[in-house]
């Protein structure tokens, strides 16, 4: 029996690789992902190997706000001088090296516009001299307060040389440097990572990257010889006391590798999410795949039934058939995971600057690779097989049809897990359960959701199907290919399916995308009075600021009736964290966003004093004239009274504090901008003034009300165009289901595509036929797709009413292009098979058994 299986398996390689093409797309993205991972895993270990070479011990100060996600680069905590003298003061350390540097040095390029970068930081730092690392390629280092030096890369990408006057945006707005000096690294490296880096003399890396003078950083150790780095951390540690975090070489890098690693694990499981769609995806196709060759091998596994062949070998034949395509398939997708991984990390390479480390295939790939194409191969071929150990010996003995079955079972398990699914996706966009449970409960919701509708599909397939394919029924191959593709409703239902799952995903999100397009616009026209907002893109820090002279300046232009700014901050409100802004001209802003007043008063009459919106305080109990104690990146604990509460806005909300508690923050300059004009007055002449004002602030700019919510809907579109791509590869492997699909069904009918030969159907004839069927079942998979994606999409929108979603919108005209876009897919994936059938030997198909 397992020679017999074996040849047949060997004796239809077409059948093979069609079925094992699925499994390996999806194990490519796998193992892919965890190839990449760990490649970029080790460069990163190798990359701060080489960053921290040259300090034994390194101390910081712990963050005055610190523990949640959003902490350490935005709210960083100075070290004062006197420190600096402490640690030099400890046994066993030979020498020390005062840092005053962070992210945030925007250089603005010969072009006029900031540089930036994809992930690596924009450092400002002070001139600390050369050494064995750090090495002088022209010029010299600052000495003058007006003077700066930078990395090569920087210098290149800015378009700069020594001599050059150049501008840089740090916590102050723009000001201008003469380059004196080139810096680059050993082993010939123009940066670190990607990093951009600007030097300044300490005085003003201070004042500008850390916001006061005679602070620090970070202090950098190197230890003396015969003392162990754990002494001296430890000897340190007691010497400067707890608000201080000491730690060894070996530890910053473990630290800070483990950092990035974790935005790597995200980025993993974003790539093995959408591998789980495509093999999702892939079940169906080799489900089908195997339906179609038990109906077709009846005969023959019934005559071996007929020779002695037990049920169980004949299970066991069509299970060795499917775990030989996963074996195939699972090493094919781990070497395509390979390559495909390498390719990865080489261009995150080239446009990270981050120097690679060789290639590594993780053993995790290897197991992932193997269990994931077996599992998936085996579970989509059981029930084909369960079904061929049915058949019957007699079989053998006549002709073999397979009649339809009747679809009461299947369209009443559909139902009950259909109607699993929307309860599992109703509690989860509830927000039932606590921590990451809502998020697994919407997951496994639209997983059963897609199983219970395609249990469904069947039903839906032969009217819908014949309903269709009248639209090209005005021809005899136009009504043969209606009338195959609803002649076996299981088999289209399941390679319509495949195409439908991928649809529905894209079609759901879209809806969910378009109706927050429309909400935003809808809550902008009803809510918000102002007519132009200063804005810009800003990075990891937060937004973009500008000069605050900016608004000072905007309020003296004819014509403009009041103007009112934001500054971004975080801080610790309490027992949480928290972003909040702060509000000089509070009375102004509520006006402009027409924030009615609930209890208290909307103004500041002095200093420490906050207002918030009403669920806030509804949330967490506060009441006017409450202190609240508010922590930021600076200075001490403020009491700040809540002065009043403002009520619900679908556009602003959560904390507005007075101005005085600005000088706390990170960056005193404002992030946002809004100005209202006087009615009467042209907006488009009032933008050209500000903008004018903004010359000297490249990050930001001036744009009117409807400007600004189309540039944050293309936000949404961004986000949407990705996905998309991610979803191609479901897409495409529904794309091989229907090509499977029909290249096994013109195998099936060799003899009845003789027969009509043979009474007078052209070979033109012949392919118009297949490509009808083909189209049909696309159109009916992509018609399923748009309307299980609406319904997704509509219930997360309709559930999410309460978070700013005050409008339901359909992209319709997407939708009509996905339409077209599946009747292509037919046209395409019916090229093959209805070549082969056009092809068909008419005698030697009339002859065919």
Request: charged residues 15%; without cysteine; aromatic residues 6%.
């Amino acid at each position: 029996m397992l020679k017999a299986t074996l040849k047949s398996l060997l004796s239809r390689k077409l059948r093979l690789v069609l079925s094992g093409l699925a499994v390996v797309l999806g194990v490519m993205f796998v193992s892919g992902a965890f190839v990449l991972t760990d490649t970029l895993g080790r460069s990163f270990d190798s990359l701060f190997a080489s960053v921290y070479a040259g300090t034994d011990v390194q101390v910081t100060q712990k963050p005055k706000v610190g523990g949640g996600e959003v902490d350490s680069p935005s709210t960083p905590a100075n070290i004062p001088a006197t420190t600096v003298d402490k640690v030099k003061a400890v046994p066993g350390v030979a020498s020390v090296t005062a840092q005053a540097a962070s992210d945030g040095a925007r250089v603005v390029g010969k072009n006029g516009k900031v540089l930036t970068t994809v992930g690596p930081p924009r450092l400002g730092e002070n001139w600390t001299g050369t050494n064995d690392f750090l090495q002088l390629r022209e010029g010299r280092g600052p000495t003058a307060d007006n003077e700066i030096a930078m990395n090569a890369l920087t210098a290149k990408n800015a378009g700069v040389k020594v001599g050059d006057e150049v501008g840089v945006l740090t916590l102050q707005p723009k000001k201008t440097f003469k380059l004196v000096g080139i810096f680059g690294y050993s082993g010939n490296r123009d940066s670190l990572g990607g990093a951009l880096e600007v030097a300044f003399t300490t005085p003003v890396a201070q004042e500008l990257m850390l916001g006061e003078k005679g602070v620090f950083s970070s202090i950098d150790v190197k230890t003396e010889p015969g003392v162990t780095h754990e002494q001296v951390r430890d000897r340190i540690a007691a010497a400067v006391g707890d608000g201080y975090k000491v730690q060894t070489n070996a530890q910053m890098q473990a630290a800070t590798s483990a950092e990035f690693k974790k935005g790597l694990g995200f980025f993993n499981n974003i790539l093995i999410g959408f591998a789980g769609v495509a093999l999702f995806v892939g079940t169906f196709l080799i489900l089908n795949t195997f339906s179609i060759i038990v109906a077709q091998r009846t005969r023959e596994l019934a005559l071996m039934r007929a020779l002695g062949g037990s049920r169980g070998q004949t299970l066991g034949s069509v299970l060795i058939e499917a775990v030989a395509i996963g074996l195939i398939a699972s090493f094919l997708g781990l070497a395509a995971g390979i390559g495909v991984g390498a390719l990865l990390a080489w261009v995150f390479g080239n446009v990270s600057g981050v120097a690679l480390a060789s290639v590594g295939v993780p053993a995790t790939a290897v197991i992932s690779a193997f269990v994931v194409g077996l599992v998936v191969t085996v579970v989509a071929a059981v029930l084909p097989a369960l079904r061929a150990s049915r058949i019957p010996p007699i079989a053998a003995l006549q002709e073999v049809a397979t009649p339809d079955r009747p679809l009461t079972k299947l369209t009443v398990s559909g139902a009950l897990v259909g109607a699993a699914g929307g309860t599992l996706l109703g509690l989860g966009l509830a927000g039932k359960g606590s921590g990451n449970t809502p998020l697994w409960l919407i997951l496994s919701g639209v997983l059963v959701t897609f199983i219970g509708v395609a249990l469904l599909t069947p039903l839906l397939a032969r009217p819908v199907v014949n309903l269709l394919g009248r639209l090209f029924s005005w021809s005899v191959p136009g009504k043969l290919g209606r009338l195959n593709s609803g002649r076996n409703p299981r088999r289209t239902a399941i390679t319509a399916a495949a195409l439908m799952v991928g649809l529905a995903l894209i079609t759901g999100v879209n809806v969910i995308l378009a109706s927050a397009k429309q909400s935003l616009s809808q809550q902008a026209d009803k809510d918000v009075t102002v007519d132009l907002i200063i804005s810009g893109d800003g990075d990891q820090n937060g937004p973009a600021t500008f000069d605050p002279a900016v608004m000072t300046s905007a309020a003296k232009i004819t014509g403009v009736s009041s103007v009112a700014s934001e500054y971004v901050g975080f801080g610790q409100i309490g027992d949480m964290q928290r972003g909040v802004s702060a509000t000089p001209d509070v009375v102004a802003w509520a006006d402009m966003f027409k924030v009615k007043t609930e209890q208290g008063v909307l103004q500041w009459t002095g200093k420490d004093q906050a207002v918030v919106d009403v669920d806030t305080a509804k949330e967490h109990h506060y009441t006017v004239g409450q202190t609240i104690d508010m922590q930021f990146g600076r200075g001490d604990v403020h009491h700040v009274t809540l002065v009043g509460i403002y009520g619900k806005s679908d556009v602003v909300g959560g904390f507005e504090v007075s101005p005085d508690m600005i000088s706390d923050f990170r960056t005193q300059q404002p992030s946002f901008g809004f100005v209202k004009v006087a009615p009467g007055t042209s907006v488009d002449a009032v933008q050209s003034q500000v903008d004018t004002l903004l010359k000297d602030n490249p990050e930001v700019s001036v744009a009117n009300r409807a400007q600004f919510v189309a540039a944050q809907s293309a936000q949404f579109d961004q986000l949407l165009n990705m996905i998309q791509i991610l979803l191609a590869l479901a897409i495409l492997i529904a794309v091989l289901g229907i090509i499977n699909t029909l290249a096994l069904s013109v195998l099936e009918r060799t003899r009845e595509l003789g027969l009509l030969r043979a009474i007078g159907m052209r070979r033109a004839q012949t392919m118009r036929m297949v490509t009808v069927e083909a189209v049909v079942i696309s159109v009916f998979g992509a018609m399923l797709g748009l309307a299980v994606g609406t319904g997704l999409g509509a219930s997360v929108v309709q559930a999410l009413k309460n978070e700013g979603f005050s409008k339901m919108a359909f992209p319709w005209s997407q939708m009509a292009t996905y339409l077209v876009l599946a009747a292509l897919i037919g046209v395409i994936a019916a090229v093959l098979p209805s070549i082969r059938a056009a092809r068909v030997n008419v005698l030697q198909a009339i002859a065919h058994d």
